[in-house]
């Protein structure tokens, strides 16, 4: 965070009262949520109105609470500045606005239903080498840690990249209104957080938010040519920069003759009348469309194509996101246990079949927790039974009793149901699988992590995957 003197940011937002504490500290550090443990020259937005009592803080120097209920901050001694505001909210945004506006550096915002994490992951690491870049970590993407994030942004900062989920309708948005990103990505738009979305269309909308605050003469908006959802719900009509990538004639980053390689994808980029033979790690056909949007993205950055895909070349896998690693008896695991989702789960057992041509292909599959419950669960389950029999899967492992569903859907379109088993513990699935376990086999291990967590699935990992650096 670049160091602001108080009376700069009261300045910001306006309309405070002070009612306790004199002078004018350097903040160092803001937070929205009161805790215990604090750093010296922390300012203080009581968002959450918890309870504050100022004995924990008497160590520290240079506290200073931003508040709209003082009554709730009680035991504050005298090193404490307690400052009143008749509108906690607005004075909250006005903060994160001022903030943002203080970096006139290019933003990229990274959303999609999957995809996001691995596409923003090639674009920090694209960017790293000629920029000073600030970036989400891993997946830890949510609503709570975007302050965090953008209070990293310092004088040094040359350009950064975000991850902004969508668990509900008003998520994206918010995330929008933090980073204020001028190039913006829509990966992708299936069915995820039906947990929080009443109808797959509440939530297929939700993501629409993609193009909310967006410049519409100089913010660029990169979306998925081939994905029929976007043209559905995302409306570009007001916006003069909108790039399109995908393998559909009229993308302007478009894939063709698109290969499995040794441990990646090839495939020529397609751009402004030239093209470009590219190689990217990791294999499916869904790493080609986060290849083409990382590239369009960095382009608008100011990085050329060349150089993108030079960099793109030693891109580095995220963990447990179709991970291939080497299992016991020379097996094959496919690790795609980081999180679960219906596209996520299509796209790993699309990859299963096209690496299994001549191959025994096992898919372990396991519950989807944003799903949640209800008929649109149920339908999202059995969906996945019916692209297990698409897959032309030998054997099917339902793992779980939540996601009972998918042998279901598999039996409905035409599985063999001698070809599917139902297992509640990690224990259960080793044994059922242990005598395929040869250089003959691959398996899909598409469990989430939560479940992954239990004693019976560490157990499993460890037999299932040699030398796991879990």
Request: include cysteine.
């Amino acid at each position: 965070m670049i160091h602001l003197p108080l009376s700069t940011i009261l300045l910001q937002i306006g309309g405070v009262e002070f009612l306790q504490g004199y002078g004018n500290p350097v903040i160092h550090y803001v937070m929205n949520v009161s805790k215990r443990e604090i750093d010296d020259n922390t300012l203080v937005f009581h968002m959450d109105h918890e309870k504050i009592n100022g004995k924990y803080w008497k160590n520290n120097e240079s506290i200073v609470i931003v508040t709209d209920r003082p009554d709730l901050c009680t035991d504050l001694g005298d090193s404490i500045f307690l400052i009143k505001t008749e509108d906690l909210d607005e004075a909250y945004w006005k903060f994160v606005t001022y903030y943002r506006g203080l970096f006139d550096i290019p933003v990229i915002g990274v959303t999609g239903t999957c995809g996001k994490t691995t596409t923003k992951e090639m674009i920090r690491q694209i960017l790293k080498y000629d920029f000073n870049v600030k970036a989400t970590w891993m997946s830890m993407n949510s609503m709570s840690v975007n302050l965090r994030y953008l209070m990293k942004l310092e004088k040094e900062t040359e350009i950064a990249v975000y991850e902004m989920p969508v668990a509900y309708p008003g998520y994206l948005k918010v995330a929008c209104t933090y980073f204020q990103p001028q190039i913006r990505i829509l990966l992708n738009i299936g069915v995820h957080h039906l947990a929080d979305c009443e109808t797959p269309e509440e939530y297929m909308k939700a993501k629409a938010e993609i193009v909310d605050g967006l410049d519409p003469e100089h913010g660029v908006l990169i979306l998925n040519a081939d994905d029929e959802n976007i043209k559905r719900v995302v409306n570009v009509n007001h916006l003069k920069r909108v790039v399109y990538f995908g393998k559909s004639e009229h993308s302007d980053f478009r894939a063709t003759n698109i290969q499995y390689a040794n441990d990646g994808m090839i495939f020529t980029l397609a751009y402004l009348d030239e093209e470009y033979d590219v190689f990217v790690p990791g294999y499916g056909e869904h790493n080609i469309y986060n290849a083409l949007a990382s590239i369009a993205a960095v382009s608008y950055a100011g990085v050329t194509i060349e150089r993108a895909i030079e960099l793109l070349a030693s891109f580095e896998q995220v963990k447990e996101h179709l991970e291939f690693k080497a299992g016991k008896g020379g097996c094959t695991v496919i690790d795609d246990t980081w999180n679960s989702a219906p596209l996520s789960m299509a796209t790993g057992l699309q990859v299963l079949s096209d690496v299994s041509k001549d191959k025994k292909s096992i898919a372990l599959l396991g519950y989807m927790p944003q799903l949640g419950k209800g008929p649109y669960a149920v339908e999202q389950y059995e969906e996945m039974g019916r692209k297990a029999v698409e897959a032309n899967i030998d054997m099917l492992v339902v793992v779980g009793e939540k996601a009972k569903y998918i042998g279901l859907g598999a039996i409905k379109h035409g599985m063999d149901p001698n070809k599917i088993h139902y297992c509640e513990t990690g224990y259960e699935v080793f044994d059922l699988i242990e005598p395929y376990l040869s250089v003959d086999t691959n398996i899909l291990l598409k469990i989430t992590y939560r479940v992954m967590k239990r004693e019976s699935f560490k157990k499993l990992r460890k037999n299932l995957i040699q030398h796991d650096d879990e």
